[in-house]
C-alpha cells in the first residue's frame, strides 16, 4: 500500500471509491435518504471543492486503485458544524475489501501529523450512528464526542473534537 497526497487528477477515483464505500449504508437508510447520499457520492464538485479547501490524503493498492481517502479542512472554514477556529476531517473512507488493515486509523492518524505541523489546535469531525467502525476509530485515537448535531439522512449524528498535540 502506497500513502500519498491527493490532487484533482484523483476525483474520478476518489469519487467511486466513495461510492463503493458508502454503499455499505444503503440498507440502514430509507430509500429517499439513500438516493440524497448517493447524489452527493456521485457528484464530481463536491470532490473537487473538497480537493481545492483541504489537503486530501490517499492509500492505494499496488495497482495504483485508490482504496482510502481522507480530506483535512485548515481552520478558517467554518460551516454550520464547525467552529471558525478548528480544522475539520472530512469524508474518511475504506474501500470495504480493505476494512481491518488500519488503513482509515492510518489517514486519521497521518492528518493529525499535518494538522500539529500546521499548528491546528483542535481538529473536529462528525459522524454517524451506523458508522461503528469509524466512531471504534475516532475513540481509540483519542477524539471525544462534543455533542449530537441535528440528524442527516434519518440517522443520529454526533460531532467529535480532539486536542491536537496533547
Known amino acids: 500500500m502506497n500513502f500519498r497526497s491527493g490532487n484533482l487528477k484523483d476525483l474520478e477515483q476518489l469519487k467511486e471509491l466513495g461510492i463503493r464505500s458508502w454503499t455499505q449504508y444503503k440498507e440502514q437508510l430509507t430509500l429517499e ?8 457520492l456521485i457528484d464530481s464538485n463536491n470532490y473537487s471543492e ?64 499535518i ?21 471504534h476509530i475516532y475513540k481509540k485515537i483519542g477524539f471525544k464526542i462534543l455533542k449530537e448535531i441535528e440528524p442527516r439522512l434519518g440517522v443520529r449524528y454526533y460531532l467529535y473534537t480532539y486536542e491536537i498535540g496533547k
Not at 33 to 39: A, F, T, V
Not at 118 to 135: D, F, G, Q, V, Y
Open 50 to 113: 473538497l480537493l481545492k479547501k483541504s489537503e486530501c490524503l490517499i492509500c492505494e493498492n499496488s495497482e495504483k486503485k485508490i482504496i482510502g481517502m481522507a480530506f483535512l479542512v485548515s481552520n478558517g472554514n467554518p460551516d454550520e458544524i464547525y467552529d471558525q477556529s478548528w480544522c475539520h476531517l472530512r469524508f474518511v473512507t475504506v474501500d470495504p475489501k480493505y476494512r481491518g488493515m488500519k488503513i482509515g486509523e492510518k489517514l486519521t492518524k497521518d492528518c493529525i501529523e
Open 115 to 135: 494538522a500539529l505541523r500546521n499548528k491546528e489546535k483542535i481538529m473536529a469531525l462528525h459522524t454517524s450512528e451506523i458508522m461503528e467502525s469509524a466512531r
Open 33 to 40: 435518504n439513500w438516493e440524497s447520499l448517493l447524489k452527493t
